[in-house]
Nanobody, 125 residues
Framework: QVQLVESGGGLVQAGGSLRLSCAAS????????MGWFRQAPGKEREFVAA???????YYADSVKGRFTISRDNAKNTVYLQMNSLKSEDTAVFYC???????????????????WGQGTQVTVSS
């Protein structure tokens, strides 16, 4: 079992930055693939970014060049640095963890076994 706790959400103006953190416990963190997803009001949860055990990174087209995912295995934490935020980035952001995630499943909710409770990000225009 893996427990995930997100933090770092909040209200920011368009063009601003936020850094989300997700602390994991319950399993060897370095063995996990970690992902960030988001869900805007009235929309389905969607993939944002992922980082594999070997530090390979993957991004949704909508955030490439603006968001950066990273991990610190010593702190059991994954981060999402979000720059140049837009109003359309407003959503609840969820951290996810997966064991043995295949590459074609990195972008899919079904690829992940554990989920955090989410943190709200609101970007005002």
């Amino acid at each position: 079992q893996v427990q995930l706790v997100e933090s770092g959400g909040g209200l920011v103006q368009a063009g601003g930055s936020l850094r989300l953190s997700c602390a994991a416990s319950g399993r060897t963190f370095s063995s996990l693939t970690m992902g960030w997803f988001r869900q805007a009001p009235g929309k389905e949860r969607e993939f944002v970014a992922a980082i594999t055990r070997s530090d390979g990174t993957y991004y949704a087209d909508s955030v490439k060049g603006r968001f950066t995912i990273s991990r610190d295995n010593a702190k059991n934490t994954v981060y999402l640095q979000m720059n140049s935020l837009k109003s359309e980035d407003t959503a609840v952001f969820y951290c996810a963890a997966g064991v043995g995630v295949l590459r074609y499943n990195l972008y899919s909710l079904r690829g992940y076994d554990y989920w955090g409770q989410g943190t709200q990000v609101t970007v005002s225009s």
